[in-house]
Nanobody, 121 residues
């Protein structure tokens, strides 16, 4: 059974930091690119950051560059999102996403259930 379980969300003051984790199981984690998305109330889901299966290449949405860092530990089947200098506009549900293939042919896409991040004083 495929699972992506996010954790680490919560309430934080502006300027604070949080580290989100995404624990994966049920598929070959090291064969999948991982991404974090977020969705604020009344808005569409947007890409926050992505990392390739090897961890060599990362990408970020412009508004997150310099504040957020995506990483992964293939030995632990876990992806992370370190968020610093948080702003109220970062408030959203953050989702973990995996895209790849165990077989080398058919691509699979998996989503976690989301974790709430609230930035407020």
């Amino acid at each position: 059974q495929v699972q992506l379980v996010e954790s680490g969300g919560g309430l934080v003051q502006p300027g604070g930091s949080l580290r989100l984790s995404c624990a994966a199981s049920g598929f070959t984690f090291s064969r999948y690119a991982m991404s974090w998305y977020r969705q604020a109330p009344g808005k569409e889901r947007e890409l926050v950051a992505g990392i390739t299966s090897t961890g060599i290449t990362t990408t970020y949405a412009d508004s997150m560059k310099g504040r957020f860092t995506i990483s992964r530990d293939n030995a632990k089947n876990t992806a992370y999102l370190q968020m610093n200098s948080l702003k109220p506009e970062d408030t959203a549900v953050y989702y973990c996403n995996a895209v790849g293939s165990d077989s080398g042919s058919v691509k699979s896409v998996y989503w976690g259930q989301g974790t709430q991040v609230t930035v407020s004083s």
